[in-house]
């Protein structure tokens, strides 16, 4: 069995191998709600995975989306980056605007900050997995319904998502698009 010191060694090399690491996020204080219902949260999350789908040089760490604002942590260029949030913004301006309730996504842009240490990477994933629960006092991290928060210390949701993980082919890929 591993020290602690070792565990924490690795998690070090596991940082810096796969990095760099950002915060990707959006200013609440600055729109309308977005999601204003189940199936709104639905689509906000199903949109997000076909863009990290489509943008494979991205890899999301997990996610919350908010009624007005949503929080990513993701490892990718910033180049990538940009581009997975820019088409998820042009996703959610189509398919919202068939909807009873279209926002105005004009304000909803991308805020950066890159996260420098596994610290600062610990703090930030903790803080997007409770941001939902801040919100609503009646939910905890892992009851709030849209985002990653609730897999994301699971092994029970971990072990069923490697047992049905598989590649997606390049044809399925183009098919999203």
């Not at 494979?56 to 997990?62: D, I």
Request: glycine content about 4%; overall charge positive; proline content about 3%.
């Amino acid at each position: 069995m591993k020290t602690y010191v070792e565990k924490e060694r690795a998690c070090q090399v596991t940082f810096e191998k796969n990095g760099p690491f950002w915060h990707v996020y959006t200013d609440g204080t600055l729109m309308e709600d977005i999601f204003c219902s189940a199936e709104d949260f639905n689509l906000g999350i199903t949109l997000l995975a076909v863009c990290a789908v489509i943008n494979c040089k991205v890899e999301l760490v997990t996610f919350e989306l908010m009624n007005n604002h949503a929080h990513i942590i993701a490892t990718g260029t910033i180049e990538s980056i940009t581009n997975l949030f820019n088409g998820y913004k042009k996703l959610l301006t189509k398919c919202l605007n068939h909807n009873e309730h279209a926002p105005d996504l004009d304000k909803f842009n991308m805020h950066l900050h890159r996260i420098n240490s596994l610290e600062n990477m610990r703090n930030a994933i903790a803080y997007v997995n409770r941001n939902g629960s801040v919100v609503d006092r009646h939910v905890c991290p892992y009851s709030y319904p849209w985002g990653a928060n609730k897999y994301f210390f699971n092994p029970e949701a971990k072990r069923r998502y490697e047992e049905q993980r598989r590649k997606i082919t390049t044809r399925e890929k183009r098919k999203m698009r």
